[in-house]
């Protein structure tokens, strides 16, 4: 049985530095070329909102959503530590959210790199549908792979009741 895991809003410098440092030694950001301090820029943009996911080992992953702009709901990072994969981590955390983003769109998107088949196969098996690609997007030779997850259309969209 996989071990529980707690998620929460990210609680300041520190674990943000942990976090970073998480998505910095991993795939795909050492690929992408970012850097811890790269990643920390990005955790810290107060236009994002960064959610942890803890287990009685202590943080296990994380993931950042972005609220606002052209794709509101979007899911900029899932990092799971690589100790870690493969337990459902990053199942829950992309249910968290999803549950999370229900409250302002039906929409949910995410990017994945052309060279993560795995995290492919994972928005798949999750109901996400592939959009579309942008070549070269973030480094040379790669695309980034567009998924979407919709309850419906703006029109007739309501938020989802916090608890």
Partial sequence: MPA???ISPLA?????????????????WRT?????????????DPARE??????DGGLAGFVILCLVGAFVGYIQTVCVAPGRRGAGLGSRLVAFAEERIRQVSPNVFLCVSSFNPAAQ?????L???????LRDYLIPGASELLFRKSSGPWK???PLETR
Avoid at 32 to 44: Q, T, V
Avoid at 50 to 55: F, K, M, N
Avoid at 121 to 125: A, G, N, T, V
Avoid at 127 to 133: A, D, K, R, S
């Fill in 4 to 6: 529980e895991i707690r």
């Fill in 12 to 28: 300041g410098a520190a674990e943000a530095e942990a976090c970073a440092r998480m998505m910095a030694d991993s795939e795909p």
């Fill in 32 to 44: 992408l070329g970012r850097d811890a301090d790269a990643s920390l820029r990005i955790i810290a």
């Fill in 50 to 55: 960064v959610y942890v996911g803890e287990d």
């Fill in 121 to 125: 196969r994972l928005y798949e098996r």
């Fill in 127 to 133: 109901g996400y549908e592939y959009v579309g690609e």
């Fill in 156 to 158: 007739t969209f309501r």
